[in-house]
């Protein structure tokens, strides 16, 4: 079974400044990989996927985000953020070839101050 | 890309009735459908996999004769919480999973509940 590790429950970071929203997965076979985001009483809006191919990804928003398979991370990385990007986020993994199922991590709330 | 609509957005009830949420696929056929549960500052919660024409997988734990969950065609999936009690206050998603170039997984925008 898949685990998702997101271990800072929250990052302040002040407006304009880069930040890096930590994940780790565990799996027993390969595996895709989500960054998710999540407003107050909304629904997740995907960020940014990986599938296969270039392990650099590109999301909405400037968001970008690394696969390490070695590290078995799927960090979120941000250069410059703006308020608006206050919001929780979340990492997820899904088995390839499996049930499909979508484990999420515990969330990090990233708060965006002035 | 994908658009999954789920209604209603909130919803309050009393103890004892029942609610029905619906997730509707609007550009796709949905053959699967998830429906999860989020409780305040927490991450979300795998309750069931509804299949088309199928009986849903429900996860451990999880009351199959309290949600009830009917996926009579590619496009509809509802979860009806039965005899709902304060403790099923909770904010309820669905998701779709596409396939192929679409893989990936679209979100309703969720349903509050609120038990009184």
């Known amino acids: 079974a898949q685990s998702v590790t997101q271990l800072d429950s929250q990052v302040p970071v002040f407006e304009e400044a880069p930040v890096e929203l930590r994940c780790n997965y565990s799996s027993s076979v390969s595996v895709y990989l989500f960054w998710y985001v999540q407003y107050p009483n909304q629904g997740l809006q995907l960020l940014l996927k990986?599938?296969?191919?270039?392990?650099l990804v590109k999301g909405i928003n400037g968001f970008e985000a690394e696969f390490n398979k070695s590290q078995t991370s799927f960090h979120l990385r941000k250069p410059s953020v703006h308020i608006s990007d206050t919001a929780e986020y979340f990492c997820a993994v899904s088995e390839r070839g499996g049930g499909n199922k979508l484990t999420f991590g515990t969330g990090t709330q990233l708060k965006v101050e002035l | 890309g994908a658009v999954v609509s789920q209604h209603p957005s909130w919803v309050i009830c009393k103890s004892g009735t029942s609610v029905k949420i619906e997730c509707r696929s609007l550009?796709?056929?949905?053959?699967?459908m998830f429906w999860y549960r989020q409780f305040p500052k927490q991450s979300l919660m795998l309750m069931a996999t509804?299949?088309?024409?199928?009986?849903?997988?429900?996860e451990q734990g999880v009351e199959k004769d309290k949600f009830l969950i009917n996926h009579a065609s590619l496009t509809l999936s509802t979860l009806t919480v039965t005899s709902a009690h304060p403790e099923d206050s909770s904010f309820y998603i669905c998701s779709e999973k596409g396939q192929g170039n679409n893989y990936g997984y679209t979100f309703g925008s969720g349903t509050r509940l609120t038990v009184v």
């Open positions: 509804s299949n088309e024409g199928s009986k849903a997988t429900y």
């Open positions: 550009d796709f056929q949905a053959t699967t």
């Open positions: 990986y599938l296969s191919g270039s392990t």
